[in-house]
C-alpha cells in the first residue's frame, strides 16, 4: 500500500481511515501488507528503525530513514522519514496557505522510497496499491524506472477517493521527478497542458478503483468525471467500485468508549443517556422539551460539495420543523457565519463546534436522531454508515456512496435504513427532512428502521473480500 495518510500517524480524513482498516483487514485475512507512508512532524517517535536509503530523483539525492510500527496481524506501517520534504507543518499545505510548491517530488520520493521498501523483502510483493494522487506515481516509476522497482514488476491497482484533486504540476517538473519527457502525451501523464500524477496511475496500473459503486458511474460522465472521465470509460472493465467499509471495532455503540452509556439493536435504551450528553456537550438545554424534540445531527466539511449551500436557503424552515441541530466542522467563512447567525435567532435550537475531534463525533453518532448528509456529490462517505451502525437514521442525497449504503424508506412495506432524496434543491431537503420528522412519531416503526440500520455489515471484512478479487483480476491482467 502506497498512501499519504494513515492513523494512527497522519490524518486530514476519511482516506486515512481507510487505508489503516484495509491493510488490517486484510491481515486478517491472511495476507502480508506493508503500508508505506509519509513521517511526518506529528507522527512523534512512531515505530522502530528499519534501515535507511538514498534515492536519487534527477540533479537530488535524498537521504532517507525508515520507521516500521505494527498495525495488527500481518500488516504493518513503513513511515518514510526524510525531514526536508515532511517535517512541515501541514500534511499538503500550511495553515491557511496553498499547496506547497514542491508537493510533487515530496511524494515522488514517496513513491521511490516504496519501491524501495518493496525491494528490500525477501520476496517481491504480488500487488502495490496505491491511493489518490500522492500515490500515482508508483505505477509510473515501476513501468519506466527499472532501477528503483523490485526484483519481479507486481500488479498494480491505484484507487482514487477523490478526483477533483488530481496532483497537477508544469511540465518542467518531469525532469525533477526523475521521468522522461516522451511522458508528457495524452496517452500517458500530458493533462490540458499540465501533468496529472493521478492520471499517471490510471494510466499505467492495471486496475482502477474508487470508493463506491455508484461513484464508479458517476464518474464516467462529463458531471462528475472532472476532466477524467473519457480515460475512466476508456479503462473499461479495468475500472470499478469497492464500497469502502467502517472499523466496526471502534465504531460500536455496544462497547464505545465516549459514550456515557452503551447500547444495542436489542436495547436501545442508551441512546437517551447518549442524547442528554450530547445536548450537553454542545451547550443546550436537557429539558424534557428539548430531549423530546427530533435532534439532528452534522458532522462534515463546512463546504459547499457537502450540501450547506442546499441547507442555507431553508435553513430557518428546517428548524422550525421542530429540531434541534448540533453541527461538526470547519470550512468556509461564509457556511460558519450561517451556521453561527442561526444560532442566534434559535437560540437552544441550534449548536456549531468549528473543528474536529474524535469523542464529540462518537457522541453525535450516539447521540442524535437523525443525521444529515446532502452532498452534491460523495465518492463513499463513512458518516452515514456509523450512523447506521449507531441507530442515527441518516438523512441523504442520493449520489456516490449515499446511494449505494443507505436504503430508502418506503412508506407502503415500512423497510429501509434512512431518507434519500434525489434532487439537489432546497425544496427536496426540506420535503425530506418534513417526512423523516413526521415518521419519527411512530416510535414503533422508527425502532424497527434503527434496528434494520443497526444490521446492516459494512464491515471492512466484506469490502477487503472485494479487493482481493480486484487483486485478482490485476494478477490475472
Not at 249 to 260: A, I, K, N
Request: negative net charge; aromatic residues 8%; hydrophobic residues 40%.
Amino acid at each position: 500500500m502506497v498512501a499519504s495518510e494513515a492513523v494512527p500517524f497522519a490524518k486530514t480524513g476519511g482516506l486515512a481511515d481507510v487505508t489503516t482498516a484495509l491493510s488490517r483487514a486484510l491481515g486478517r485475512r491472511g495476507h502480508q501488507v506493508t503500508l508505506v507512508l509519509p513521517r511526518y512532524g506529528a507522527a512523534g517517535d512512531s515505530g522502530a528503525p528499519a534501515g535507511s536509503s538514498d534515492l536519487r530523483l534527477g540533479a537530488r539525492v535524498f537521504r532517507v530513514a525508515y520507521r516500521a510500527a505494527a498495525l495488527g496481524g500481518a500488516a504493518r506501517a513503513v513511515l518514510v522519514d526524510c525531514p526536508e520534504l515532511f517535517d512541515r507543518e501541514g500534511l499538503y499545505r500550511p495553515p491557511n496557505g496553498s499547496d506547497y510548491e514542491d508537493n510533487p517530488l515530496r511524494f515522488a520520493v514517496l513513491a521511490r522510497a516504496a519501491l524501495d521498501v518493496a525491494g528490500r523483502d525477501d520476496a517481491p510483493p504480488d500487488i502495490v496499491h496505491t491511493h489518490d494522487w500522492q500515490g500515482g506515481l508508483t505505477a509510473v516509476y515501476l513501468r519506466h524506472d527499472g532501477d528503483a522497482a523490485p526484483r519481479e514488476c507486481p500488479a498494480t491497482v491505484q484507487t482514487i477517493h477523490n478526483l477533483a484533486y488530481q496532483g497537477l504540476c508544469e511540465r518542467r517538473w518531469l525532469s525533477a521527478l526523475d521521468l522522461p519527457d516522451t511522458l508528457f502525451t495524452p496517452a500517458a501523464l500530458e493533462f490540458h497542458g499540465q501533468v496529472s500524477l493521478l492520471k499517471g496511475g490510471i494510466v499505467f496500473s492495471d486496475r482502477v478503483t474508487t470508493v463506491s459503486p455508484a461513484h464508479a458511474r458517476e464518474v464516467t460522465t462529463p458531471e462528475h468525471g472532472c476532466g477524467l472521465d473519457g480515460l475512466l470509460r476508456a479503462c473499461g472493465p479495468r475500472f470499478s467500485g469497492v464500497l469502502n467499509g467502517i472499523d466496526t471495532e471502534e465504531w460500536d455503540p455496544g462497547r464505545d468508549r465516549y459514550l456515557p452509556a452503551t447500547y444495542g439493536a436489542e436495547d436501545l435504551a442508551g441512546k437517551a443517556a447518549c442524547k442528554k450528553a450530547l445536548l450537553a456537550r454542545f451547550g443546550l438545554p436537557t429539558d424534557r422539551v428539548t430531549l423530546d424534540r427530533p435532534l439532528v445531527g452534522m458532522i462534515s466539511r463546512l463546504v459547499e460539495q457537502k450540501g450547506h449551500g442546499l441547507i442555507a436557503p431553508v435553513a430557518d424552515a428546517l428548524v422550525a420543523l421542530g429540531v434541534t441541530f448540533v453541527v461538526m466542522g470547519e470550512g468556509e467563512a461564509r457556511f460558519q457565519r450561517m451556521w453561527r447567525e442561526l444560532a442566534g435567532r434559535w437560540p437552544g435550537r441550534v449548536a456549531l463546534h468549528v473543528g474536529y475531534d474524535e469523542p464529540r463525533a462518537h457522541l453525535i453518532q450516539g447521540g442524535a436522531d437523525l443525521f444529515l448528509l446532502p452532498s452534491l456529490f460523495e465518492p463513499c462517505g463513512l458518516s452515514q454508515m456509523y450512523a447506521q451502525r449507531y441507530g442515527t437514521l441518516p438523512v441523504v442525497r442520493a449520489t456516490g456512496g449515499l446511494a449505494d449504503t443507505v436504503e430508502p424508506h418506503d412508506p407502503r412495506t415500512g423497510l429501509g435504513t434512512g431518507f434519500v432524496f434525489r434532487d439537489a434543491t432546497p425544496h427536496a431537503l426540506l420535503e425530506t427532512m418534513r417526512y423523516a420528522v413526521e415518521m419519527g412519531a411512530d416510535r414503533r416503526a422508527w425502532e424497527g428502521m434503527q434496528r434494520r440500520a443497526m444490521a446492516r455489515d459494512f464491515s471492512w471484512d466484506r469490502s477487503a473480500g472485494e479487493y482481493e478479487r480486484v487483486y485478482e483480476q490485476a494478477l490475472g491482467g
